[in-house]
């Protein structure tokens, strides 16, 4: 999965890989601190679209580029920021629907997939099958 920052008048986003199983210990903890949740928790608010938890995650990424960073300084448009699956995910996740799904509820969910897929960033740097960014 990739967090892409696009600031309204760059000409090309900033893209960093998100595995929440790569992120460092000092980085987890400040982010549970910053957000009152355990690293679990966070992971899935993260998907959900939590803001402070966007929030958190964006910082985590542009202090690493930049260690002055301070989070009260991170502010963005709430269209300025997304994450996306990348290419390999996406085929993950069809798979577990072919295998999950029937009729016309799989036709639909693969329609959607497979839309997904054609605009897909490749993961070229993604080991043997790609993991969901959820934390054990």
Known sequence: MFLIL???G???PTRWRYNPKKLMSVEREDIERRTGRNFSEFT???LQGNSLCRRALLFTFLR???PKTKFE???FAWD???LEYSRQEWERIREDVVSTQHG???AAALVTIDAAM???FDDTETEGKAQLPIAD
């Open 73 to 75: 300084d991170v502010d």
């Open 64 to 66: 690493r580029d930049h």
């Open 118 to 120: 054609e605009s897909a």
């Open 80 to 82: 300025e920021l997304k």
């Open 44 to 46: 899935a608010a993260v």
């Open 10 to 12: 760059e000409a090309e």
């Open 6 to 8: 696009h600031r309204e």
């Open 104 to 106: 016309d509820q799989l």
